[in-house]
């Protein structure tokens, strides 16, 4: 990403802010580039602060003033519902630019990224049905009456995503915001920014929402997404990425009291568990390691596998990891892209290095794929490390990249204390037949999900979150669209009789003729 004036035929995108698309103050724009070859897919606005002003001025007034918090809820889930038909018919041409624009597989984003997507936008539409009323008991102390809560929307909201599985992000942060009646100013990573905008251009076609519901500033997380975040007018602040990141944004939203809900880092644990299926749970791992090359949130990293089944599932893993396409994605028959950018991979290969160190064995990988392929990309082979001590920085610091690290464990208890033994907690997984012993160990995890015989099977009905440094909040299920609201109590009074209300025996003086 380079920022630069606007001056050639790439696709360029503006800003949308109140229901019109426009360019950066200072026709500011920045370049958005093909990991998998260097080359320039579009040129983006990067917003100044005062164009971030007025998105939130427009998300603000679409608030206070516009008519979306008051859409009855079922009103906004038949909206959301009709844009997700709307986007399906766009998923061949969203897959494509998710794959250029992120360098992930058309394979994965043909067959799974951009239909989970879709399926978690008709999720939201259907989770918005449920009534923002919640009944509770009638009571009659003091006196007789009538409760109820009733869920508003919290507000205007400041909601930023990671380059990583892009087209979701931006889903399971429009979808619960928009179910529950929210205002939106939404901010996508630079690096892999393009579905997010075709997204919000499908919404606009749609004309399905009132102005300034949406709005979206593209521009660099440290300036356009700073000064968002620390923006007076914004209520609340929904973040996807790193621990780093998250810990500053939690501290720049503290002056002002936002509402701050975290989706971090992960370092997470597969464990294979002495009765696994073989065959499935090696797949199964290394599907968890492997997809997207390693840049996903909930990856699979740390796998633990006991001392009895060591050396013949490492022989396993290698053998089955060997056969793995490293390519083009755009290439149906690619199964590992490259990294999100070269920085990227800098920064894992600096982890191998480190691997090799700290004493681990390289049983595969560490290096990049030679070839004329290769030679424009980010790519790195996928890499696997054995003999991982799980206080290593490899076993212990998010890589985000394709390197495994595969630790030997005695037995299920030391298993479990290893695979807790993170200072992130955000999923895990757990491979075995014996789905008694598999659910005793799940809920030993401290993690916000846990797959037994899967790996990364999101499910928008479902919390997803993290503990410890993985985050705070939930998203998606119910648990997610809560977190979108605010809770007013409503009290009806019943008791009719001046006489029978609390505030005649507490406090006021005594009327003669009250019966
Ligand atoms: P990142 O560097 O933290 O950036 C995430 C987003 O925040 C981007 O839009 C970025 O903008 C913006 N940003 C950067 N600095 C900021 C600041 N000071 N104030 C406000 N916004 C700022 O993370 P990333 O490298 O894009 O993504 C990878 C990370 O995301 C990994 O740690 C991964 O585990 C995490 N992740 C978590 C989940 C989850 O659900 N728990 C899901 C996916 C990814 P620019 O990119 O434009 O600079
Ligand atoms: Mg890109």
Redesign the pocket.
Known sequence: ?ALEPSNSDLPSHGLYINGAWRDAEGERTFTVTEPATGAALARVASASRADVDQAVAAARAAFDHGPWPHTPYYERAKILQQLAKLLEERAPELAELESRDGGVPLRATTFNDIPLGLHMLHTFGELARRSPYEPLPWTDFPTLAWSFVWRQPYGVCAQ??????AFC?AIWKLGPALATGNTVIF?????A?LTSIALVKMIDESGLLPRGVVNLV?????E???Y??SHPNVDKVA????????R??MS?AAPHLKKVT?????KSPSILLPDADLDKAVDGALFGMFYHAG????AGTRCFVPASLYDEVIERMVARTRQFRVGDPLDLATDIGPL?SFK?RDSVERYIQLGRAEGAQLALGGARPSGPLYDQGSYLEPTIFTHVNNTSRLAQE?I?GPVFAVIRYDDIGEAITLANDSRYG?AGSIWSQDYQLALEVARRLRTGTVWINDHHVLNPYAP???FKE??TGR?MGVAGLLEYTQATHIHVDFQQNRAGKLWWDALLPPVDDEG
Do not use: A, D, R, Y
Not at 218 to 222: A, L, R, S, V
Not at 239 to 246: A, I, K, R
């Open positions: 990403m930023i995503i990671p380059w990583n599985f992000m901010k996508p990573s630079s690096l920014p593209t521009g660099p997380g440290g356009t997404g700073e968002l975040v973040f996807t990425g790193s621990t780093e990141v998250g500053k944004i720049i975290l989706e971090l880092g992960g840049q996903l949130c909930e999100i990227q998010e985000f955000l997803f979150g993290g993985s985050g998203e």
